[in-house]
């Protein structure tokens, strides 16, 4: 067959590739591109045929080819063919002829980046498996998402129901199967990870590199990485996750909405109850952090909200430990931190706030305290808009604290600013001294300044906020009541 150049079609791809390819043959069997590369191809990630095979003849010059984990330099004179449904990736300098059987296709070939292939094992507690799924799952399943479909694999206990229930186009699969073929594989390993390699061999997809979270169980990894499966561990899986959605606006302020009676209990309480001597007495005897923690549990279930992580109430030099729990007698005359951060039973997304009262009257320095919190955290609110660094926000309040004669660093203001909040209590953005987070639209976030010292105890106020279009929206739509007498 006769290739003449002025039927060919001049191509360029970003990265330094061009060349011409020619009309297949009349039977589509082979196509024949002229290839000329300086730098690399393709640009991110990497390409895979379908169905062709593409065999290259190099011309001049060389090329280092990437395939199956493994580099191989290509030089003048050397013929290597690429099989389908291989992952691979071109760089060098040279030229070369490339005969593409089937005739190519241009929808069979992608170029797929490395983040487009993704795996989970683990339960819908799990807030990624969550948010991939929509749908609560009881025990570790696996997850897989690929650039064309996602899957779960599901046994007969749970797969009706998720299918009742899949929202999210994911493609459940029978576990069953594949538990029976495990039998057949003779290593040792439990069956369960057997199965992870079993579905990437049906799905053919044992070639490509999965992206995996930091919790992805050990054993596993090991075992797949001993199967050849490529794992790239990542620290966000789902990035997109710190974006919210209008929806999961929605559900995060109702959250917050019903939090708020929580406090409304508290504050209750603490204003029925009678100072008598270094007792604060409800109901006729003396309250205690286990004591208001039943009440609000009380709430929090009749709100359809579960305390998964274990609330603060804290008082006196307890409450100076901002993560001690507080347990025991709770103090006239001091403060009293209660930190509040249920997960909604429907949704799995979480609500966080603190408000710190105290029973009876402040010292002077407490009080102090308290006014120097409040301040800080409606600076930093003022400060919040999509763009400004969370480091900075933070900075800023450590200066506004050491301007009133605070200190910051291991007394006085001693945590970060602020943590991002979704289907996890602690996500994406983070506002301390560490973080390299640029607040943007979509990104909802605590704001919990605090100040903490054992003579005095310890006072923090947290809010939680939204970056929306139309600006920053406070979704904790409750007053700082600070002294109940």
Not at 71 to 83: R, S, T
Request: charged share 25%; with cysteine.
């Amino acid at each position: 067959m006769l290739f003449n150049k002025s039927d060919a079609q001049y191509f360029e791809i970003p990265g330094g590739t061009k060349g011409y390819l020619y009309p297949p043959d009349d039977q589509k069997q082979q196509s024949i591109a002229e290839v000329e590369m300086d730098g690399v191809y393709p640009l991110e990630g990497y390409s895979i045929n379908d169905f062709c095979t593409e065999t290259i003849f190099m011309q001049e010059g060389g090329f280092v080819l990437e395939i199956d984990g493994q580099e191989i330099n290509l030089k003048k004179g050397d013929v290597y063919a690429i099989p389908p449904k291989n992952e691979y990736r071109l760089w060098g300098k040279g030229k070369s002829i490339d005969v593409i059987t089937p005739a190519w296709d241009k929808a069979q070939n992608h170029i797929m980046n490395e983040s487009e292939y993704k795996m989970l094992f683990a339960n819908a507690k799990e807030a990624d498996m969550l948010y991939a799924l929509g749908v609560f799952v009881a025990d570790p399943v696996y997850y897989l998402s690929t650039p064309k479909k996602n899957y779960v694999l599901l046994d007969h206990r749970e797969i009706g129901v998720f299918q009742e229930k899949n929202k999210n186009n994911v493609q459940a699969r029978l576990l069953n199967p594949y538990l029976e073929k495990a039998k057949q594989l003779s290593d040792n390993a439990p069956a369960i990870y057997k199965v992870g390699y079993l579905i990437l061999e049906d799905l053919d997809l044992l070639s490509v590199t999965w992206q995996i979270p930091s919790n992805f169980p050990t054993g596993l990894a090991d075992y797949l990485r001993s199967r050849n499966i490529k794992l790239n561990i990542q620290q966000q899986l789902f990035p997109e996750r710190r974006k919210k959605s209008g929806a999961e606006l929605s559900v995060i302020r109702n959250i917050m909405k019903r939090l708020t009676l929580a406090f409304v209990r508290i504050e209750e309480i603490l204003q029925i109850s009678k100072i008598e001597g270094d007792l604060i007495k409800y109901n006729g005897e003396a309250l205690t952090s286990e004591i208001l923690k039943q009440e609000v549990n009380q709430v929090l279930i009749a709100n359809n909200l579960i305390d998964t992580e274990g609330m603060i109430i804290s008082c006196g030099e307890q409450a100076a430990m901002p993560h001690h729990p507080g347990a025991g007698i709770l103090r006239p005359n001091q403060t009293i931190i209660c930190d509040i951060f249920p997960r909604d039973i429907a949704s799995g997304y979480y609500g966080d706030m603190t408000r710190t009262y105290v029973k009876g009257a402040p010292s002077e320095s407490v009080q102090k305290m308290f006014e120097a919190v409040k301040s800080a955290q409606e600076s930093a609110i003022d400060l919040v808009q999509a763009g400004k660094s969370g480091k900075d926000i933070y900075n800023c309040i450590c200066t506004n604290f050491i301007s009133k004669g605070f200190e910051v660093s291991s007394r006085g203001f001693i945590h970060g600013l602020g943590h991002g909040l979704g289907l996890d209590l602690h996500e994406t953005p983070f506002l301390n001294s560490v973080s390299n987070d640029i607040l943007q639209t979509g990104d909802v976030f605590s704001i919990e300044p605090g100040l903490y010292y054992p003579e005095f105890g310890g006072v923090r106020i947290e809010d939680i906020i939204a970056i929306t279009e139309n600006g920053v929206e406070n979704l904790t739509k409750y007053p700082k009541i600070f002294i109940i007498e």
